[in-house]
């Protein structure tokens, strides 16, 4: 069966033998993934200058580090800059866990992620 949600061609079948037959013929045509509306290569180079102004905050703070001999737990900084990196794309600002009342930024990621994954009819 053939379906046309607005400007996406959905191809539904009814067998695993049908299924088979259908993608070894059409499998490039009609294998990938939907592109999601959030995910453009558009959107993300228009955060290229902050991207660059946060590495180059933890570059400034590793630096400095290895001035004064301080051991630094790079898994903890590199995970703290995805974590400002995101919140200042998603919500404008640095993460600040007490802005997120008791859910926490985890939480608060997982649910937005999970809403721009999720199938978008219009």
């Known amino acids: ?43 993300i180079n228009s955060f290229k200058s902050m991207r660059k102004e ?18 630094v737990d790079l898994s903890a900084k590199v995970g703290a800059l995805s974590a400002d990196m995101t919140c200042r794309m998603l919500f404008g600002k640095k993460y600040m866990e007490k802005e997120f009342d008791e859910r926490g930024f985890k939480a608060v990621t997982d649910e937005t992620m999970e809403l721009l994954a999720t199938f978008n009819l219009s």
């Open 1 to 43: 069966m053939h379906l046309r949600l607005r400007l996406k061609t959905t191809i539904v079948v009814s067998s695993s033998q049908a299924a088979k037959l259908f993608l070894r013929t059409q499998d490039l045509a009609f294998a990938s993934r939907p592109t999601l509306e959030a995910s453009s290569n558009v959107k």
């Open 54 to 71: 946060e590495l180059d905050l933890l570059i400034e703070y590793v630096k400095e580090a290895a001035l004064l001999g301080i051991a």
